[in-house]
T-cell receptor, first 113, second 112 residues
């Protein structure tokens, strides 16, 4: 497996469920990101991890909980979500922040019912 | 603070015609500039980047962009588009050791 992978690709969950999104990068990068992409809205940066330490949290509701156990894996734990949380969740990685381009996974299409 | 403005939300164009997708940025310091493409049901993919040096940058799939510091622009161009170029295009800016800021995206639709 190469690049950035995300699982699952599609997820339907009820508002009382708990689920997790998984991201894995095989590029040897040190920084990983979670983005939310909703229809008709710009890309929203949610969290940034650098060397496994969270360096940015853009006022994301606590029902989203990230976890970065090592530099290759990133999780997004979901609980008691709202219908407006339905979106495409994209994971990305880069060698480091700033000048380095980001490599994106294919995303997880989340639908909250 | 830095910001990115993509001046056109939608650009329809006929196949084999030239296209320009416009991007302006604002920043008080030197920046790095990127263009990404997103095909349906996929993540974003880097088209090209400007870090320093020559202001004309060539990328994949025949795209190129020109960095214009005086006009704070980084417009994306292709001399002849194909149906397969239909996608969403994002301009992004970052500063050294800082996060990237993405524009709202431009939907390019290539018609036969």
């Amino acid at each position: 497996e190469t690049g950035v992978t995300q699982t699952p690709r599609h997820l339907v969950m009820g508002m009382t469920n708990k689920k997790s999104l998984k991201c894995e990068q095989h590029l040897g990068h040190n920084a990983m990101y979670w983005y939310k992409q909703s229809a008709k809205k710009p890309l929203e940066l949610m969290f940034v991890y650098s060397l496994e330490e969270r360096v940015e949290n853009n006022s994301v509701p606590s029902r989203f909980s990230p976890e970065c156990p090592n530099s290759s894996h990133l999780f997004l734990h979901l609980h008691t979500l709202q219908p407006e949380d339905s979106a495409l969740y994209l994971c990305a990685s880069s060698q480091g922040p700033g000048s380095y381009e980001q490599y994106f996974g294919p995303g997880t299409r989340l639908t909250v019912t | 603070a830095q910001s990115v403005t993509q001046l056109d939300s939608q650009v329809p164009v006929f196949e084999e015609a030239p296209v320009e997708l416009r991007c302006n940025y604002s920043s008080s310091v030197s920046v790095y500039l990127f263009w990404y493409v997103q095909y349906p049901n996929q993540g974003l993919q880097l088209l090209l980047k400007y870090l320093s040096g020559s202001t004309l940058v060539k990328g994949i799939n025949g795209f190129e962009a020109e960095f214009n510091k005086s006009q704070t622009s980084f417009h994306l161009r292709k001399p002849s588009v194909h149906i397969s170029d239909t996608a969403e295009y994002f301009c992004a800016v970052s500063r050294n050791a800082g996060k990237s800021t993405f524009g709202d995206g431009t939907t390019l639709t290539v018609k036969p």
